[in-house]
């Protein structure tokens, strides 16, 4: 199923996803609307995630955390977590055990849902503000690395940071600074700039998820904190259980992109 | 004892209090530096304070979170949270019981320490910023009242916000908004401008907290998210048990005020 660019609204989205209809990435859909990572971990362990995520705001940009057991979130009216993304990976224990569309059987009253920000908002102010992103022009996954840049700890969450890179022409450098440190909660700035080797990355040709994209000779690489940065510390951390949105498919959210701006 | 502005170090203030030579409040005290309240709760209170500062940021900005039992926060090396503020307030089951100046006798290991951005931060980039803060002038407490707006709840914790009012002149208030938004981390921005009812105040004579201060025919009553809060906060919701500072008597940290600008 092909799906237009701001053809359908968010609420529109979660329902294709509800009835099974839509098991694709979100990427470009409902255009100007914020999306989603999405993880859930047991009540037992959402203090330790909680303050990893307080610790860690970068990578961790927390939108909005739901009491244990609730699955429909302020941000998205009439929403429910457990069918209205187009996939989902379950862990146990670290390992990614199933992909699947639906989480209903998985479901406990002791669970704990939290959302945080995605890089879709910040790369449509870039499109916007006439910064190219070249895997959005070549319809590729984003590059994404494992560093060496240690996450705070917080309780039995630990683990190093992912990043994801975009070349950006040496004149964007700047303006693409200051378009994204506008979004604090959806990663903000760049946490690097053209230097791979001093994150540990070896070879921007291989990046460790998503797709390879080149840099230019004109360009430099950017490297913003990840999303996918939870996924990879619940991996080192041995999570006994936590359920996340499959990789690019994330909750469409009835909130603006405009309104990720600093309170 | 009279201290003189900037002659001591974070540091040195906090052994002061360590040893009971300073019991007053730390208003003005090395200057540049990021002070902070404070609020300790049993760990089984932890996960829903947690949370509702995730979801009232503007009164409750995380400055940082520290393990159960842990009282040596890293905003602060060496520090030890039972003894290095000027005073201390137990609340047991919503009501304030005591007032002291060492917490060490109520110490155990199940308990949470929170920190909290406070505005002296921002008061001092206002008056480097030129605007004058009458309150200061006049030597006396920040006016702070009730509102009716009410926070978002989390889990038990529930209860309005509390705002400080200060008195800046017409001419002054878009530069004020300007200076303190660049603060995020200690309150941000003002809440509201220029319409005490707007937020349920009758008369701004008559503080809850605090001190009354004039507004004069050129001035407009700016009012700010508030750090007492969350005191008023375990009040309303009969929280079993928490410690907070003193009014006035802060944690002084070893972070510098630019360090609270957005990461």
Not at 6 to 35: F, M, N, W
Not at 87 to 99: A, D, F, S
Not at 209 to 217: I, K, S, T
């Amino acid at each position: 199923m092909t799906l237009q660019r701001t053809s359908l609204g968010p609420a529109e989205i979660r329902k294709l996803c509800r009835t099974g209809a839509l098991r694709g990435p979100t990427a470009g859909l409902a255009d100007g609307y914020v999306q989603t990572n999405l993880m859930i971990v047991p009540q037992s362990f959402a203090f330790d995630f909680l303050l990893f995520c307080q610790r860690n705001p970068r990578p961790c940009p927390l939108l909005e955390v739901l009491e244990a057991g609730n699955f429909t979130p302020r941000c998205a009216p009439g929403a429910d977590l457990r069918t209205d993304l187009p996939g989902y990976c379950i862990y146990e224990h670290g390992v990614r055990t199933q992909e699947l569309g639906d989480i209903s059987s998985f479901w406990q009253d002791n669970l704990v849902s939290f959302l945080l920000g995605c890089s879709f908002s910040f790369e449509s102010a870039l499109v916007l503000g006439g910064i190219p992103l070249r895997h959005i022009d070549q319809k590729l996954n984003v590059a994404m690395y494992k560093t060496n840049l240690a996450c705070y700890p917080a309780g039995r969450m630990r683990g190093n940071m992912v990043v994801s890179m975009r070349p950006i022409k040496a004149g964007d450098v700047a303006r693409a600074v200051e378009i994204t440190a506008r979004f604090p909660q959806v990663h903000g700035a760049p946490l690097h700039i053209g230097y791979p080797a001093g994150l540990g990355i070896e070879d921007l040709a291989k990046p460790d998820f998503g797709d390879p994209v080149r840099v230019l000779e004109d360009e430099l690489p950017l490297f913003w904190a990840c999303g996918v940065t939870p996924q990879y510390v619940a991996e080192i951390s041995r999570l006994p259980f936590c359920i996340t949105q499959s990789a690019g498919k994330m909750l469409v959210t009835d909130l603006k992109n405009e309104s990720t701006l600093p309170a």
